[in-house]
């Protein structure tokens, strides 16, 4: 695997991204409702750095993440994708074919479940040699040789080249999905809740892994999650959705520094701090998520928000800069 060098320049747009998805029934299994997962979103990811999408479950943060590299097929909008091979951003909801191919060989995944995402009955050196055949390295030595490189790289032994998955801990399962991601050199990869699943011991060493890794690799990450501990220690920028909607964008720092939206503010507040002795004034988001089937009109966090006002029922708030680099979708900004 070559070493890349980081450039701060865009390499994925997402331009007004929208996910529904549709419900079947009644007699005839028409169309009667759809699963609004991610409505109406914008942001970009700047090449070398960790762009986070944070919020509860059902946020539609994976929906989002999977949709801008179409493992999902968009209902709308644009997703610009730049790859280091010297060419301009192309939308990639335009490609079929060879196009989308090739395209698909800069951008990886690793998936949540390192377990349900391995292929059981084949071994761990085909798992990961496999993208090399779709991607048409036919040699066995070179894609051997390939293997091996980069399973020393995440840190595995040349020797599990012949074991199966299930002979794994959860940890080295993780790191297969890892190898297998980045043995075609990519220049960006989706982390969907790539430590969630894992011990907090194995968390610290995956999450270190990923951080060498792009520094290493000059990698550029979209990352999922909802543990803010981990988000914190990760991202370079992060975007908070709620109910498909990005609610507050922001560095790292601000963010943690000086939230804006009451969203982003519940979500930190909610943080555990390990000092029984600290008396925190905690404000706990009252209510569950709505369904995304029937989002509530106007601003999507109204119904559970303690400052809602009437206005909020009836006007979708756009996410607006609020100070440079701080973007937030609320209506009463500086009242709160």
């Known amino acids: 695997m070559q070493e890349k060098t980081i450039h701060k320049d865009v390499i994925i747009k997402v ?13 005839f299994g028409k169309k009667i409702a759809e699963v609004k997962a991610v409505d109406d979103i914008s942001f970009e990811v700047k090449r070398g750095e960790t762009y986070s999408l944070v919020g509860e479950s059902g946020a539609g943060k994976t929906t989002a993440a999977k949709t801008a590299i179409r493992l999902y097929e968009p ?19 335009k490609l079929r074919g060879e196009n989308l191919r090739k395209t698909r060989k800069h951008m990886q995944v690793i998936f949540q479940d390192p377990c349900g995402s391995l292929n059981p009955r084949i071994p761990v050196g085909d798992i990961i040699s496999e993208p090399l055949i779709v991607h048409g390295i036919k040699n066995k030595t070179e894609r051997k040789d390939r293997v091996v490189a980069i399973m020393k790289t995440v840190g595995l032994r040349p020797e599990y080249l012949k074991r199966y998955q299930h002979e794994f801990s959860g940890g080295q399962r993780q790191r297969i999905g890892i190898a297998r991601a980045l043995v075609l050199n990519p220049d960006f990869i989706v982390c969907d809740e790539a430590v969630s699943a894992l011990d907090v011991s194995i968390q610290s060493q995956i999450i ?15 990352f999922i999650a ?34 804006l939206h009451p969203y982003t503010k519940a979500l930190l507040n909610a943080v555990p701090i390990p000092n029984p002795e600290l008396d925190r004034n905690r404000k706990i988001i009252m209510g569950d998520i709505p369904s995304p089937i029937n989002p509530p009109s106007g601003c999507r966090f109204r119904t559970r928000c ?29 009242q709160i």
Do not use: W
Not at 15 to 27: A, W
Not at 208 to 222: H, R
Not at 239 to 253: C, D, P, R, T
Not at 313 to 330: M, N, S, V, W, Y
């Open 15 to 27: 331009d007004n991204l929208v996910k529904y998805f549709p419900i079947y029934g009644g007699l």
């Open 75 to 93: 209902t709308s909008g644009k997703v610009l994708f730049n790859s280091s091979d010297g060419r301009e951003l192309i939308d990639i909801t």
């Open 208 to 222: 270190n892994l990923l951080q060498e890794l792009q520094q290493q690799f000059g990698l550029t990450y979209l």
């Open 226 to 259: 909802h543990d803010l501990a981990v988000v914190r220690h990760m991202s370079d920028t992060i975007g908070v959705m709620y109910l498909g909607k990005l609610m507050e964008v922001a560095s790292n720092a601000v963010l943690f520094e000086n939230p």
């Open 306 to 334: 303690p400052y809602a006002i009437q206005d909020c029922h009836k006007i979708i708030p756009e996410l607006k800069q609020i100070t440079p680099g701080h973007f937030a979708a609320c209506l009463r900004i500086g």
